[in-house]
């Protein structure tokens, strides 16, 4: 029996015009009343995949920003947040890349100095709780990741390349979308989170579906039997996954769902 069921959000249960697939919430309280819970991981922030889930987001746990925050029904079950020196790293390797806009993503609220950037992720495409700041060095929150906008159209390897040779490597970095990347804590990701919820509710790999996409998707597929990749993942990421999922265009997540736990 599936016990337990992670999804992605960008390119997997959200299509390319970011819109997530509605018939989620049909199934939501079919799979509540079998005991399966079902969990959202993505390397958005809370605030912004709450809007997603609307009136639904009760039946939902919500794991943010790449698996640093993970909030149950309004309650914190799990914080990991970034010391000031990882922080200054990070920062310091984004402004030494060229076309780098950093962003500092603390739990409830990410800063940035560019009133573009602000309207850009408040807008309903994304729905980001958005502060403006002087100087991301010195901001009075706990910073759980840093975000990385590629803005001069650079690849998106070749931006992660650049951006890794400069910072240590107790710094973890992943690509999590096109033109997007992160550095949080190392060892810190969605696959720690989904371990760590295995573990608070006695649920195996066996027992649980993970679906994803990017590579910071990667470490959630080893802690799953059900490891999907979406059709429309890179090929490395496909590699890691034991199953393919359908197009995140066409209702892939919810009709593997479907499948396998017959909902």
Known sequence: ?????????????????????ENIYKILPKLKEKGTRFV???????PSLCTDFKEHVKDVVIVSENGAFIMDDGKELYAKCMTKEEVKA?????????????????????????????????????NYK??????????????????MIVVNGMDTVEAYHKVRAQLDEKV?????????????????????????LQKM?????????????????VEMFEKAHYSFAMEGAVEGVKKKARYIAGSNNAGGVVKAIREITGV
């Open 201 to 217: 509710w006695n649920i195996s790999p066996e027992e649980t579906m993970v679906f994803g996409d990017q590579y910071n998707d």
């Open 1 to 21: 029996m599936i016990k337990l069921i992670v999804s992605d959000m960008d390119g997997t249960l959200v299509n390319d015009e970011k819109k997530i697939d």
């Open 130 to 147: 958005m502060a403006l700041t002087d100087d991301l060095y010195n901001i009075d929150d706990d910073i759980i990741k840093i975000s």
């Open 40 to 46: 959202v991981a993505s390397g958005r922030q809370y």
């Open 90 to 126: 990070s920062l310091d390797a984004a402004f030494a890349v060229e076309g780098m806009e950093p962003i500092c993503c603390a739990k409830h609220v990410t800063y940035t100095r560019s009133q573009e950037m602000k309207e850009f992720l408040e807008s309903p495409k994304f």
């Open 172 to 196: 973890n970095l992943v690509t999590s979308g096109d033109g997007c990347m992160d550095t949080g804590i190392y060892g810190v990701n969605k696959g720690s989170a989904v371990e760590a």
